[in-house]
Every structure is written in structure tokens, then in C-alpha cells.
């Protein structure tokens, strides 16, 4: 995933950030228990380890951590990032927000995280591959791992490849597990993967975006036109994540007026192809000097600049308490996690902007990985079972209407109509349901009560009533 810069921001710990924003929500929850909004908030099990790996001739000691928030429900779930700002405090932060988005998006599962401190840019491929597998090794060892157990995912910094090294050295360990390849999620489509993993974050926000444009009463509220045809927006951060958000954005009407990356950022107010910037970076190695586009050298200054809709792709605390002031858009949706500190929240709701809260906004990934690992445990394809039912089944309605009317559909409505779901399209649909659904949840809380002002209190209001009934069901042992 890609990394943009990150301003001169004060200090935080992003875990306290987290627990602040927590606090402020927990009055407005059914939950009455001190000790129990207590259990919820606390981190259940951190592993930090230091392991050795052999980099060309010399021993490294690589620092790593896997932490699971939640076990209110198991597996526990969430990515593994590489990066060199990985710290214990930063994947607690993490997990914490995992179980909350899944409590959010009812994907039935606890929340973790896992890091490893380091560069991926500055290792090659061999190097990768043999961290990857000790880190593997040692959850095995500590029983960290495992389709019911916790199950990890890409993040930032890692991606299939680097899943594809996990469930292969978690199977040769664990020698006839017949669901191993549950062990983690996003994995390519060959190892047990999933149709439809790698855009799922991108599109997830997309869909989630969309359906707010689309709430009337929220955009008469905001004073905003219905729908997102009339939409600019700017992406930061041109990763996984960022790319699709930003394509699929274009693809559903809006104009996609800048993006930045951590070289810089290009902004044209008549709109620009993502597809094309990309084969630009590719080629150029820059975002910079895309055609028609103006640079701007600082990548930071494109959170600035007017637009409807801002989408925050990269890292944590990216828009603060010194720019906040200065964002312009009315709607930010944090497809990445913890872009916003609690002082640049308030700012821009005091403004008058909406802001879609990550634990929902970039909920899709979990939420293709959950349908990933229930492939693994079932052993079979979606779609594979009634594919053809459904097009036999299309092809007799369609028979029955032409008979009955005596007119014929074209040859391409007739392909529209037949369509039996492919796995890719049972995916998505899926995605697509559980983001509006997990929307209009949010809203309809946010909107019952006026003395929550901000949609992510609305998002942990709903996110703890779920952690807590489960936490009450669960009883707490005497
Ligand atoms: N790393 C992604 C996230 O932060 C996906 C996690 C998963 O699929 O388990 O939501």
C-alpha cells in the first residue's frame, strides 16, 4: 500500500486516541457496567517478540507483534503491516479498531493486529519471504494462529504474497489441518482466496460514500445536492486501497479532482483518470507532471484544496489539529485507519463535515476476508452450486415471458438476463449489502440521538452495544 507524508503532527498515542473516542461514546450505549465497557476497551493478549533473521551475511533482529484485542469472539481477526513506524502502541490501536469494525459490519469475529518493524521497500523478495515465515513460525508456536484461532490478513506493507508465504508455513506445521487454509485471509485466488479480496477495502468505501450521498435527508442536513454524480473528490494515498476507492469513485460518476501521493500530489479540477495516473507513476516513477495536471510538491497540501469528498488512504493522524482548519471538504471518509486525530474530529465537526469513521468506512477488506475464510471452511467456490441453476432457471422465466408477450429481448439483454453469480459477483453483492446495511445502522443511532454529534460516536455506540450483549451472553466467569 502506498505511504504519503505525514505532517509535523504533535505525538499521540494512537491507542489513547482510540479510547478517547470510546469514552465519548460510552455513555450513549446500553451498557450501564463500568467493568464491562472496561473489558471491552482492554487488549486481551500482546505478543511482542524479537526473532533473528540472517540478511546477507549478518543477523538482524527483527521486532514483531500480534495483538488481539476481542476475544468477546473467535477467531480474532485483522492484517499484519510492515512498516518501520510499527510500534506496540500503533497495533494495539489497530487491533482495538478491528473489533469494533467488526462488531460494526456483523462479521462475527474479534479484532487483532500484527506488525513487523520493517522496511519493506529496502528488502528484496528472499529476505521478505524468510521473515515472513519465522513471524509465521513463532505465532504457530504460541498459538497465535489458526482458522479458529486468529486469523490475519494483509495491511499495510503486505499483500497476497505475503499470505501466500503464511499459509504455507502454517500448513507445513500444522501437517493435515483440514481447514488450514483458514489460517488467514487474502490470499491469491490459486492458495484459497477469495474473487473480489483485493478491491473489497476500495470498493467497500465507495459503496459506503455512495450510499450517504444518496440518504436525502442526510444531504439536505448537510446542504448538499442527492447522489454523487456532482461529486469532486480527492484521494491520498495511491495503494490498494486508494487506487480502487479512487477508480471506483470515477467509475460511479464523480470526478476525481487530485491525488497525492508521498512524492507529491497532482490536482485537476476537470478531473483525472486514475487508470492513467497509475500507468504515469509506473512509467515515470512520479505521480509529478502528469499531463494536464498542476504538481503540487507538497503531497500534504492536496487535504486542502476544495473538494466534496475527502478520502484519506495512507496512515494514522495524517490530518491533525494544525491542517484540520484548513480541509475544505465536507464529507472525509477514513479508508484508512486512524487518518484523523481526535483534535482535527472535532474541528472539522464543528465546521459542519461529516466524518465516515474508518471501523465503517474501510470495513469492506474484513469483510471479504470473512467471506474468504467461510470458502476455506466450506471447501467450495461460491457460485459453484448454483450457477447453472440460475441460468436454467432465467432461461425458462425469459421463455415463459417471450412466449406469453410474442416479443424477444436483444442478445445482450438476454446475456444481462441469463447470468447465473460467479463467484466475483456473490462477493460483492454481499460487500455491497453489508456496507449499506452497517450505514444505515449508524445513521439511524446517530439520528435517535441528538446529543451525539459525530458519526464516529454513532459508529462506537453501535459497535459496543454488540461487544458488550456478546461480553453479557458470554458471562463472565465467577
Ligand atoms: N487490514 C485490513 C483492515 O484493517 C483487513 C483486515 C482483515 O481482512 O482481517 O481492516
Known amino acids: 500500500m502506498a505511504k504519503a507524508s505525514k505532517s509535523a503532527a504533535p505525538h499521540y498515542s494512537f491507542f489513547t486516541s482510540v479510547e478517547r473516542n470510546f469514552d465519548k461514546a460510552a455513555p450513549f450505549t446500553n451498557i450501564k457496567d463500568k467493568g464491562i465497557l472496561e473489558q471491552i476497551k482492554a487488549c486481551n493478549s500482546i505478543y511482542s517478540m524479537k526473532f533473528p533473521v540472517k540478511i546477507g551475511d549478518k543477523v538482524d533482529v527483527i521486532e514483531a507483534y500480534r495483538v488481539q484485542h476481542s476475544h468477546h469472539k473467535l477467531p480474532v481477526k485483522g492484517g499484519i503491516r510492515f512498516s518501520m513506524d510499527v510500534n506496540q502502541d500503533e497495533v494495539m490501536a489497530l487491533a482495538a479498531l478491528m473489533t469494533y469494525k467488526c462488531a460494526i459490519v456483523n462479521v462475527p469475529f474479534g479484532g487483532a493486529k500484527g506488525g513487523i518493524k520493517i522496511d519493506p521497500k529496502k528488502l528484496s523478495a528472499y529476505d521478505l519471504e524468510k521473515i515472513t515465515r519465522r513471524y509465521t513460525a513463532e505465532l504457530v508456536k504460541k498459538n497465535f494462529i489458526g482458522p479458529g484461532i486468529d486469523v490475519p490478513a494483509p495491511d499495510y506493507g503486505t499483500g497476497p504474497r505475503e499470505m501466500s508465504w503464511i499459509v504455507d508455513t502454517y500448513m507445513s506445521l500444522r501437517p493435515g489441518e483440514i481447514d488450514a487454509a483458514g489460517c488467514v485471509t487474502g490470499k491469491p485466488v490459486t492458495q484459497g482466496g477469495v474473487r473480489g479480496r483485493t478491491e473489497a477495502t476500495g470498493l467497500g468505501v465507495y459503496y459506503g460514500v455512495r450510499e450517504m450521498c444518496n440518504d436525502t435527508e442526510m444531504m439536505k442536513r448537510m446542504k448538499m445536492t442527492v447522489g454523487l454524480s456532482d461529486k469532486t473528490v480527492i484521494v491520498q494515498g495511491l495503494g490498494n486501497v486508494g487506487y480502487h476507492a479512487a477508480k471506483f469513485f470515477m467509475e460511479g460518476g464523480a470526478s476525481v479532482v487530485a491525488l497525492a501521493e508521498y512524492e507529491g500530489a497532482i490536482y485537476n479540477p476537470k478531473g483525472l483518470d486514475v487508470d492513467a495516473v497509475v500507468t504515469h507513476r509506473k512509467k515515470t516513477g512520479s505521480i509529478l507532471n502528469f499531463p494536464g495536471a498542476k504538481n503540487l510538491k507538497k503531497s500534504a497540501e492536496a487535504l486542502e484544496l476544495e473538494c466534496d469528498i475527502l478520502v484519506p488512504a495512507a496512515l494514522e493522524n495524517v490530518i491533525n489539529g494544525d491542517n484540520a482548519p484548513r480541509v475544505k471538504a465536507r464529507i472525509v471518509a477514513e479508508a484508512a485507519n486512524g487518518p484523523l486525530t481526535p483534535e482535527a474530529d472535532a474541528i472539522l465537526t464543528k465546521k459542519g463535515s461529516v466524518v465516515i469513521p474508518d471501523m465503517y468506512i474501510n470495513a469492506g477488506g474484513v469483510t471479504v476476508s470473512y467471506f474468504e475464510w467461510l470458502k476455506n471452511l466450506s471447501h467450495v467456490r461460491y457460485g459453484r452450486m448454483e450457477k447453472r ?39 460483492h453483492s454481499g460487500l455491497e449489502d453489508t456496507m449499506m446495511g452497517s450505514y444505515h445502522e449508524i445513521r439511524d443511532e446517530w439520528m435517535a440521538n441528538k446529543k451525539i454529534n459525530d458519526m464516529r460516536s454513532a459508529a462506537f455506540v453501535c459497535a459496543i452495544n454488540k461487544v458488550g450483549v456478546s461480553y453479557m451472553e458470554l458471562g463472565i466467569f465467577p
Do not use: C, W, Y
Open 389 to 427: 441453476f440460475s441460468e436454467n432457471m432465467n432461461q425458462n422465466i425469459l421463455g415463459s415471458i417471450e412466449n406469453l408477450t410474442g416479443k424477444k429481448v436483444t442478445a445482450a439483454e438476454r446475456k444481462i438476463i441469463l447470468h447465473g453469480p460467479d463467484e466475483v459477483d456473490l462477493v
